[in-house]
């Protein structure tokens, strides 16, 4: 038998269940528990549920799959009761002339804009949807929209094809309007992350339909309800680190007791975002929690900043911490974060805890896959 | 001699357009362009090997592990492994065979079955389950709420080929 609970369409649901699911999405966006209410008359008092579409650029399909496998909010929830969905490609029914109609009945109808994949903004013909480049359609769509929301690391920042060469000129939804020829006063919601998680999406249309506005954003456009946080803050393991227990070598005594995996190259000290709460898969697990270190996918050009994945923080080049240019104030952020971990690290080596069991081990041989 | 261009051509990964040249009413021949370029093989160069399976899971959303563990494989027999550890092994098939399994439902129920099912016929079905009725219920509520929707609109439903 299916859990009809968790099915159950939000207009059918019991008071109770509904209410349930209120304080849930009230955790999501950072409201407490006294802004239930306000959230269950926002959801019910909606006249028509809150029109969507969806756009692809230059991406994967990865964060469109995220969505339909969401298990909170259960898709069927979502998609046929929570808002009305117009275009998909990657979902809808229809095809060619077909979608292209629906793009543009959804938009009329006053629709939000979620955009996956990036802009190829230096090669305009290496993304194109019915004969439209992607810089013109995100230009379109974002002058017809109510809002835009960029999800995934492509939208948001360009994410592996924007890392060197940038062969296409990838860029993310929002730098992409904001730069020469766009939109200069562009206002686009980033969430990031590889795939885009589901729950962030929930959580930050909920919160542009209860207070009617957009949330405070961080310096690279994140939610900072969401992203106000380090995955090394949040972090399962983070108790291992301050006792200073370290994964040498992945498969050894310590990946076995779950121990901090900083030294096989976590990027959690350095990456904001709210994994280590809203987890994957129903909330089952996540990256860190199945051993494997945390790329920092949340961050601006983590692909060519953070590699090798498998190495220890301090290799990141500092200058450029998060792709963040000197002379923006995001620097300010990023540097007093790397600063901040120097203390913390420097803290660390003086009371012996970062070289408990001698020297860091040469990691970089052992994710080869060889035996030894 | 017309020819008809299907673009965007949806539920695949990607981005696809078609073009169909018809005589008489029959498609005499057609021509496919993906219309989609990143990149991988630029961007990939120059990169540590044991790296390259975080980029080529990144190809395709849809079934990323195939390219994930293939990445792997390629790595180890260009860097000369003859045999990886067994529990690698065992791994590497239960995520194989657990992609298979979920890819198969997404690929059939979500990409293809549009293609054969008429949803907006799901109204008229005659059902004594409860879970079945509420689903209808949902469905109509979807179907004449006017706003456009990725299940009922503008599909050319029943193909009469």
Redesign the interface.
Known sequence: M?D?TRS??I??LSRRDFVKYCSYLATLIGMDAYAVPEIASALEEAA??P?VVWT???????????L??STAPDP?VL???QI???????????????????LE??LE?GAYWVGEGSV?NG?P???????KTSQEIAKEVYSKAKGAIAIGSCATFG???A??????G?MGIGAYLKGPGGIPDAAVVNLPR??GHPEDLVATLTYILVNAKLPELDAQGRPTFLYGQLIHDTCERRGHFEAGEFVESFGDEGSAKKWCLYKVGCKGPVTHAPCGINRWNGRTSWCVAAGGPC?GCAEDNY?DDF????QEVPNIPMAGVAGVPISTIGWGLAGLTAAGLGVHFIGQAVSGRLFKGGPPADTGST?????A | MAKVVIDPFTRIEGHLRITCQVENGKVTDAWNTCTMFRGFEIFMRDRAPEQAWHYAMRICGVCPTPHGIDAVTATEKAMGVERVPDNARLIRNMLNASMTGYDHILWFYQLNAFDYVNIPNALKAKTTDPELLALQEQLKAVATSGQTDIFVSNMFWDNPG
């Not at chain 1, 979902?91 to 109609?101: C, F, I, L, N, P």
């Not at chain 1, 013909?125 to 004969?131: I, K, Q, S, V």
């Not at chain 1, 890392?163 to 296409?168: A, D, G, H, I, V």
């Not at chain 1, 994710?367 to 035996?371: I, L, S, V």
């Open positions: 299916p009809t159950s369409p207009r059918g028509k549920k029109p692809n650029f230059q991406a994967c399909t990865g964060c469109t799959v995220a339909l496998q069927a998609l046929l009761q009305s969905l117009g275009f998909m490609e990657t979902a809808m029914a229809a095809t060619g002339s077909g979608a292209e109609k629906s009945q959804t109808e190829a090669m013909g290496a993304m194109t949807a019915g004969g994410n592996c094809q890392s060197k060469p940038n062969p296409t990838a590889c795939p790329t692909w590699q090798p994945f498998n994710t080869k896959g060889g035996e």
